[in-house]
Structure formats: C-alpha cells, structure tokens
C-alpha cells in the first residue's frame, strides 16, 4: 500500500496521523514548527487525502502505519494520532513497541470500552443515510457536528476544514469499509503499554472525548495529561500549546 506522506526535518522521528474526513493537511502547523529539531512524517491514512481508496480486502490503519515506518526506516518514534487517528496509533503502540517510543493521544476517539454518545450515533446515522442520496449533503451534516464547532468560530479553520472535506470522497460511507481493528480491541490491552504518553484533550471538546482521555492516564503508569482551553481541532486551535508540550514530551523520554 503506498500512502500519501510529507516528510521533513531531521532527528527522533515524530508521526502524525488525522482524524475522520480530515487528511495530513491538518498537521501543516506541526510540521513546520517541530520540523526544525525533529523528523516529521504526516500521512494520508488508506482511504483519505490522497492516500489510495480501501479495496475488498481487510485491513489494518496499524498495519499501515507499520509498513510506513518500515520503509521510511522508522524506529523509536514518537507516534501523535488525532481523534480515530490516535486509536489507529494506540494500536500501532500495542502491536509494534518496537516501532514507536512514546505515544501522544490528542483528542483520541473510538476506543471500545467507551460507547459514543445518543447525539453522536445519531449523526453517524444521520450522515451515513444522507450519503445514499448525497455525499455532498452528508458532508454538510457532518461538518456542523460539535468536533468541528469551535474551530468553525474562526474563519480561517473553517476554511482549512472544508477544503480538507472537499478532498474527502466519502467513500467510507458509501461502500462496505473492510477496516478491522486488532483483536484483542486495544481497550481491553492498555495495561500493556508502557511507553510514556501525553494526553491532550480541549476543555470545549465533547464530554466524550475528556472522557477517553481519563481513562488512558488511568492506563499509562508514565503520562501528562494536558487540557486546553478549545476544542476537538487541537492541533489547529492551539497550535502553539501543543508544539511545545510534544517537544518538552520528547525532551522528558530522551528525544
């Protein structure tokens, strides 16, 4: 599988991976910023961006990422996912410890032992069932969820978030997505990682999401936990907070 990536920098390598509809675009911040004292590498993962559309086969995001790594001659990263992006990394963390040094969760979504909200599965139906009928319609639905409310204050985010949206083909909710996720779900295996992590988490995201992020500190016996007063788009909201925590993170684990 060859994935649509930007690399740059050199150093202790950093990967990013985004969250739903959104593509590597939404780490252009990071990429900037971090790029000056470390090797940053953020993707498309299979299915958005410019990364290739899933076929009929199963498959793994952690896999995925393990063949990125492999071929960019990755090791001992420190591996920053966003929203479903961060559960794709936590299972990367559980499957290849070898790959991955320390683990930052940034507004981390999906993770099994904690069920999405009534509003939330609402609106995954909602969007899922407009798109039979429209993908242009269900991206219009989906971009008013409470995830992208805050960022959508700013004009100039919420220009970054259409045209990232516009990319999207929306395939995921048009076809059967032959995605599967480890087994055992990465819920009931985070008392097996121990690499330190940084969890971030806005203080005007969802309920949901702090909620996730309360229940891996409880996991990690080596963690920061670090709020921030936006929303769900961290790395777009609060570009800055979140620059120095990963680089103060990686200066505490040796980077």
């Known amino acids: ?17 985004h969250g739903f509809t959104l593509d590597r675009r ?26 290739p559309m899933p076929g009929t086969a199963p498959y793994k995001h952690c896999e995925d990422a393990a063949e990125l790594c492999e071929a960019l001659g990755v090791k001992n990263a420190i ?14 963390a559980l499957t ?7 683990f930052v969760a940034v507004a981390l979504s999906g993770l099994a032992s904690i069920p999405f909200p009534d509003d939330v599965q609402r609106l995954f139906g909602e969007v899922k069932q407009a798109a039979q009928r429209s993908v242009d319609e269900a991206k219009r639905i989906w ?4 995830w992208f409310a805050t960022a959508r204050e700013r004009p100039d ?20 997505n032959p995605v599967e996720n480890i087994d055992p779900p990465a819920a009931s295996r985070l008392g097996d990682l121990k690499m330190p992590a940084l969890v971030v988490t806005g203080d005007r995201d969802l309920r949901y999401n702090d909620a996730v992020g309360d229940t891996l500190v409880r996991a990690f016996p080596d963690v ?31 980077g």
Not at 79 to 92: D, M, P, Q, W, Y
Not at 143 to 146: F, I, L, N, Q, V
Not at 227 to 238: F, K, Q, S, T, Y
């Open 26 to 51: 939404m780490w252009r911040r990071q990429m900037e910023s971090l790029s000056k004292r470390f090797r940053t590498i953020a993707w498309d993962a299979r299915g958005f961006g410019e990364s």
């Open 1 to 17: 599988m060859k994935l649509a990536f930007d690399s740059a920098g050199t150093g202790r390598p950093i990967l990013f991976l």
């Open 224 to 254: 920061t936990r670090l709020r921030l007063p936006v929303g769900h788009m961290i790395p777009m909201e609060a570009p800055d907070a979140l620059d120095r925590a990963i680089a103060d993170f990686a200066k505490k684990i040796g």
């Open 143 to 146: 971009s008013k969820g409470g």
């Open 96 to 102: 290849r410890p070898d790959l991955i040094s320390g």
């Open 157 to 176: 985010l919420a220009e970054e978030l259409d045209a990232m949206l516009e990319r999207y083909t929306g395939w995921q909710w048009t076809n059967a």
């Open 79 to 92: 591996a920053v996912g966003h929203s479903i992006g961060g559960h794709h990394l936590l299972e990367l």
